[in-house]
């Protein structure tokens, strides 16, 4: 029967162990932490712990990237030396950590090993002196055994217990290590000196010989050096330190220092030796990580920090699964392709770091000292790129650069704000602390709300992992909500801002509005109702594990590979082309600008009307006995309202129509997923005709058109419009307002769905209003709600005036009202 982890038995309380447990318990389940060792007790040396494993840390929102950071030193930059210590090449890593979104921290293992075990809570069940010997399964439950004679059962067992775990033997059978054929020395000392900085990370590279010096902060520093050896010498090192200050007596100065600085009781000889990856890990109820899962050589760095990853997305999948044995399967699906890379990642770096081959390392050095730049960054970068919790479908980690329609998006907004705005109300007492609850628990569940979009100048942007910040929420006392709207509309994001911010509106004791601001770089209608929505359900319950929500890809990427590179771009053309004849046939009227606005100038403002009651039913009425979408309806309305602006009732004109198009993707993504599925067609539809003949025939246009994708095609063409940067606007500019889709656009959310009631909180009136920046004129964003119809006319304040806007809309309403007029029509706010 399927049931979720409700407990586990971690084996082995080291870095990936604790981690384990840490993560385990926030996300609900019981952990035994059961280590052999007589006591918790960390080996002496340091380590760093890279971006990859503080930005896996960061979704357990626990603080324990804070607290490593102030128990160690941030690494602030990383340095190649020659064996005399004169530098081969310095890289400031402060553009690699903006780039991965999180510091690397130099720590002692002891204080890595105190921050993970405060983060276990003090009521942790810790089993020392538990040597675990063998384990036996049952239906439901597996049991562990140990040297002692204890036995220990849970609902799964998580083998945690290093490189010659006992868990693993059972599993796969005991054999020996694979040797690296190299020694490790390692000790930690307190130490200064004019060579090494504050926040250094210093490598120094010679003929099959290495040293390495970490400053860890408070005046320590971590220390170690590497010797090619065999592989029966490097198990069994005889010699002591005078041994290893002859070897290195030639080196740079510092090196002599630090040794001679280090009791010999504090220098650690160790062999460097790995595993060659697993396909499989565990079976059943009984899982691997750390490494008992990956043992990797240390050239890469990684051995700590993968076993941190392991834990995290253990505890996410465990937290998300109903099945346990499942969701220990799909949790190794996950780490398998990324932990192998690293395993096999190590083995050829550790080739090329202690060969003794002369011409080999001539071509080495050359590299470190000469390569090129970004390639060597983005070498050093990619082991610490934090993968995400990984999904079996595809998601995407970050960073990772925007899209052609991310871009656009992007750019646009740098231009003049490109918002999408939701807003619901709220009935019940909602004060601003419960919808901050909320707020932090939705950006914890979404990625791209602790992410920045970087560029250089504008050029190559990318989306790039922060540290999480509360989403900014402001208060207003007003009984009208759209005059927040305008605000919201109009003002830009900061640089360093989180994607999305709140204002809470209250109009009167216990009445509320909830208006969400994103930016269509990361969200459409959907996703900002959604959000709304999310906020609310988890402020109505806080507390608890919040599972993240992974990053889908690109739009572009989970397009039908039709729609895809080349073929996508061919179909744009081949789609421009075909409505170029249409347009030179009907030749459509565009809604005249009225004063010229300069780009970023192009501030949107909202006019609403509501239609209710009576009427509102009427036209449902109406349009299901004429099986006309009403979506139709109101663009051959929208249609009828332009050509009365434009003095032109006879005229066609360009309705764009927002296709959402989450469901027609490769993977289908719900409203859960953050992003921007929206794409335009614009139609000529006539001004004068009668409105149902109008409405029929879009429907029908509009209906094949979609299924044949030409949405996508369209977006095929974004490319070509893409401004170079953001300063660059005005020839886009003038070709958008010449022959852009965006003259008079339509987007029709169903708001049907929206919940009425979330905790004890009644909901009502779910809305969107969508900006429009650069991209045209006007949107008329459409709520098609249970009891009401709701139309928001954004428009560009400047090019309509707001009369000019207020007549469109009214006679819009008009029109739409023509069709079902009866005596007893209710009002029209
Ligand atoms: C020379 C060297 C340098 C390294 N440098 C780095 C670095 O800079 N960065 C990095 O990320 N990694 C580094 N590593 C790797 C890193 O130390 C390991 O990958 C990491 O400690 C693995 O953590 P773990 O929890 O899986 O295993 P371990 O840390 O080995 O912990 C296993 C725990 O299980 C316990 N145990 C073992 N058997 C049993 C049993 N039968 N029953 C109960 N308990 C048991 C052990 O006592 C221990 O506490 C380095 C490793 C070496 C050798």
Redesign the pocket.
């Known amino acids: 029967m399927n049931s979720p982890v409700k407990s586990a038995l971690v084996?082995?309380?080291?870095?990936?162990?604790?981690t384990a447990a840490a993560a385990l318990r926030r996300a609900g389940i019981d952990v035994v932490l059961?280590?052999?060792?007589p006591e918790l007790r960390a080996a002496g040396f340091g380590?760093?712990?890279?971006s990859n494993?503080m930005n896996a840390l960061r979704t357990l929102d626990l603080g324990i990237d804070e607290e490593l950071l102030r128990a160690g030193a941030q690494a602030r930059s990383f340095t190649f030396r020659r064996p005399d210590g004169s530098d081969m090449r310095r890289v400031d890593v402060s553009g690699i950590d903006a780039e991965l979104g999180a510091p690397a921290v130099a720590l002692a293992r002891k204080d890595l090993h105190d921050v993970l075990l405060a983060a276990c809570g003090d009521d942790l069940r810790v089993e020392l002196g538990?040597?675990?010997?063998a384990f036996t399964e049952t239906a439901d439950a597996v049991q562990v055994e140990?040297a002692d004679g204890r036995t220990l059962s849970a609902d799964v067992l998580i083998g945690?217990?290093?490189?010659?775990?006992?868990?693993r033997a059972q599993l796969h059978g005991a054999e020996a290590p694979r040797p690296g054929k190299f020694v490790?020395w390692?000790a930690l000392v307190p130490f200064a000196h004019p060579a090494i900085e504050p926040g250094a990370s210093i490598h120094y590279w010679g003929r099959g010989m290495r040293f390495g010096i970490h400053d860890i902060g408070h005046g320590n520093v971590y220390w170690?050096a590497t010797l090619t050896t065999t592989a029966e010498q490097a198990a069994d090192w005889p010699h002591g330190k005078d041994d290893l200050l002859t070897r290195f007596a030639s080196w740079a100065p510092e090196i002599t220092a630090i040794i001679t600085a280090t009791p010999e009781s504090d220098i650690l000889a160790?062999p460097?030796q790995d595993r060659p990856p697993l396909t499989e890990w565990g079976s059943g109820r009984v899982a691997l990580?750390?490494?008992?899962a990956h043992?990797?050589l240390?050239s890469l760095?990684?051995?700590?920090?993968?076993?941190i990853e392991d834990a995290v997305v253990l505890a996410h999948t465990l937290a998300t699964h109903d099945d346990a044995v499942t969701a220990l399967r799909v949790y190794e699906q996950r780490r398998i392709p990324r932990t192998t890379m690293l395993v096999d990642g190590s083995r050829k770096l550790g080739r090329l770091e202690q060969t003794r081959n002369r011409a080999l390392i001539v071509v080495r050095d050359g590299f470190i000292a000469k390569g090129n730049e970004a390639k060597l960054q983005a070498s050093l970068a990619e082991p610490m790129t934090w993968p995400g919790l990984g999904d079996l479908e595809p998601v995407a980690a970050l960073p990772r650069p925007l899209s052609t329609l991310e871009r656009w998006h992007w750019t646009v907004d740098q231009v003049a704000p490109l918002h999408i705005v939701s807003r619901v109300r709220v009935t019940g007492d909602l004060d601003a602390e419960a919808v901050r609850a909320g707020m932090a628990a939705l950006t914890r569940r979404h990625p791209m709300l602790h992410t920045e979009v970087r560029s250089d100048d504008g050029r190559n942007p990318r989306f790039a992992p922060v540290a999480i910040k509360p989403i900014p929420l402001r208060e207003v006392t007003s009984e009208d909500w759209t005059t927040e709207i305008d605000t919201e509309l109009r003002t830009r994001f900061d640089a360093d801002a989180p994607l999305l911010r709140a204002t809470l509106i209250t109009a009167a004791p216990g009445i509320h509005d909830l208006v969400l601001t994103s930016t269509y770089t990361i969200a459409d209608a959907v996703t900002v109702l959604s959000f709304a929505r999310q906020v609310l359900e988890l402020a109505a319950e806080p507390g608890g594990w919040i599972a993240e929500v992974p990053a889908p890809p690109a739009p572009e990427a989970l397009f039908p590979r039709p729609f895809q590179g080349w073929r996508g771009k061919r179909k744009a053309i081949a789609r421009l082309a075909a409505d170029g004849a249409r347009d030179l046939r009907v030749k459509p009227v565009r809604v005249r600008a009225g004063t010229e606005v300069a780009p970023a100038r192009r501030f949107t403002k909202l006019t609403r009307r509501v239609v209710d009651g009576t009427e509102y039913q009427a036209l449902l009425a109406a349009c299901a006995e004429r099986d006309v979408p009403l979506s139709s309806l109101v663009a051959a309305t929208l249609a009828r309202a332009a050509g009365n602006d434009a003095a032109a009732p006879q005229a066609h004109f360009p309705v764009g129509v927002s296709v959402l198009f989450r469901e027609q993707l490769e993977r289908p993504l719900d409203a859960i997923h953050t992003g921007a599925y929206q794409a335009m067609i614009a139609l000529p539809t006539p001004a004068g005709q009668p409105l149902w003949q109008t409405a029929t025939a879009f429907a029908t246009d509009l209906a094949s058109r979609i299924e044949q994708r030409q949405h996508l095609a369209n977006l095929g063409g974004i490319g070509f419009m893409l401004p170079k940067t953001p300063a660059q606007p005005d020839k886009v500019v003038s070709l958008l307002d010449a022959r852009g889709p965006g003259n008079l656009c339509l987007t029709f959310v169903d708001t049907r769905d929206f919940p009425t009631r979330i905790g004890n909180w009644e909901v009502s009136g779910p809305e969107v209003v969508s900006g429009m920046s650069i991209s045209g004129l006007m949107m008329l964003t459409v709520g098609h709600g249970t009891d009401a119809l709701s139309l928001n006319l954004g428009y560009i304040d400047g090019l309509l005036s707001p009369e000019r806007a207020d007549t469109l809309i009214d006679t819009l309403v008009d029109a739409l009202l023509s069709v079902v007029s009866t005596p007893e029509v209710a009002a029209v706010h």
């Open positions: 084996v082995g309380a080291g870095i990936g162990g604790l059961c280590e052999r060792g380590l760093s712990v890279q494993a538990a040597e675990a010997v140990f945690a217990d290093g490189i010659n775990s006992a868990i490790c390692l170690w160790l460097a990580l750390g490494d008992a043992p990797m240390p760095g990684q051995g700590a920090n993968s076993a």
